[in-house]
């Protein structure tokens, strides 16, 4: 992977064909509607975690501030890639820890989709807060699978929340507060993360997420996404009807009440692609998921927990909106990471 100006991305032309490519995937299904040498100071020790026993196998300083990890993980049974960016300040303050925002991948796609797609690493440079990109598997959806009961089964969510930020605060002094940003199935993350785990993230951003998973239609989404994959859809939770109280555990919306602390931002257009042409299937995408999306906010709000929204008319199911909100929603998470918006 090439870098070019603390950057690592590809051209816009490809990212909105691959922005293409998952949302014709999903629409199908619903029927509806060796890396780069090390630069600068040497990557953290490879030490393995007291606790929870996962270690970083290989660190790799692709810049002064960007790291990418492999990680061994018993949450997933595995090696798993994260991908870390570090404040600007990050070594000449040894003795200082920092906040972390976690930035979940979509479907499809993988932890260094938001480098890749967006000028985030721009946007942080002046943040001081550890920004980290693990990677969720091909699916995107960071949870705890199912597979028929085998306690073996990937644990995404264990990974995301656990493992990793243990290996974070030992190793790049990161401190106990969290916030999490996801796009696609990596919005369902970020809200199903502070729904199942209250008080765990100070605030939870969603870009066009799937926040209710039981919503007409939305089991037939999430089914699409694992078939994409070549899985069975019921690896993920088992059936959403003979499974149903799985689902209901792991589905954001049936456990709003747990969110109340925590600072809430959703954002989802309307499924009128604008000025993006080149993705009319993630247009329509957008649209098949703004109804859950605002009943998502109607429960929230009837349990009393607030939420700042923006559902905007226009919008397809791609990076180009997804940055632009991830900006708009600074102000919630800078406030949930006791930094100034």
């Not at 492999?70 to 994260?82: E, I, L, Q, R």
């Not at 959703?266 to 692609?273: I, K, L, M, T, Y």
């Amino acid at each position: 992977m090439p870098v070019s100006s603390g950057r690592h991305r590809r051209p816009r032309a490809r990212r909105a064909a691959v922005a293409a490519t998952a949302a014709t995937v999903l629409l199908a299904a619903a029927g509806a509607a060796a890396g780069p040498a090390a630069l600068g100071a040497p990557a953290p020790p490879l030490v393995r975690s007291a606790d929870d026993e996962a270690r970083i196998v290989s660190a790799t300083r692709l810049d002064e501030r960007t790291v990418d990890l492999a990680v061994d993980s018993p949450a997933v049974g595995g090696t798993v890639p994260v991908r870390v960016i570090l404040p600007a300040g990050f070594d000449a303050r040894p003795d200082r820890t920092w906040p972390v925002l976690y930035l979940l991948q979509g479907g499809h796609d993988d932890h260094t989709s938001w480098t890749r797609e967006t000028a985030v690493e721009e946007f942080l440079a002046d943040k001081e807060v550890i920004a980290v990109l693990p990677s969720a598997g091909p699916t995107g959806i960071p949870t705890r699978w199912r597979h028929g009961g085998d306690a073996a089964a990937p644990d995404y969510e264990r990974f995301q929340v656990d493992e990793v930020m243990g290996l974070l605060r030992r190793h790049f002094r990161a401190s106990a507060t969290r916030a999490v940003a996801g796009v696609s199935t990596g919005g369902y993350g970020a809200m199903a993360f502070a729904a199942r785990r209250p008080g765990a993230f100070a605030a939870a951003a969603s870009y066009s997420g799937i926040l209710d998973t039981t919503a007409p239609g939305m089991p037939t989404v999430v089914g699409a996404i694992v078939a994409r994959e070549g899985l069975r859809p019921t690896a993920l939770w088992g059936s959403p009807v003979l499974d149903r109280d799985v689902w209901l555990r792991h589905n954001p919306a049936s456990r709003v009440e747990r969110l109340a602390g925590t600072r809430l931002y959703v954002s989802q257009g309307g499924g009128v692609p604008g000025v993006d042409f080149g993705n009319l299937e993630g247009a329509v995408l957008e649209g098949t998921l703004r109804g859950q999306a605002q009943g998502f906010v109607r429960r929230l709000e009837r349990a009393g927990v607030p939420v700042r929204t923006h559902f905007y008319s226009g919008g397809s199911h791609g990076w180009r909106y997804w940055e632009r909100e991830f900006e708009a929603s600074w102000p919630t998470l800078a406030a949930g990471l006791g930094l100034p918006a």
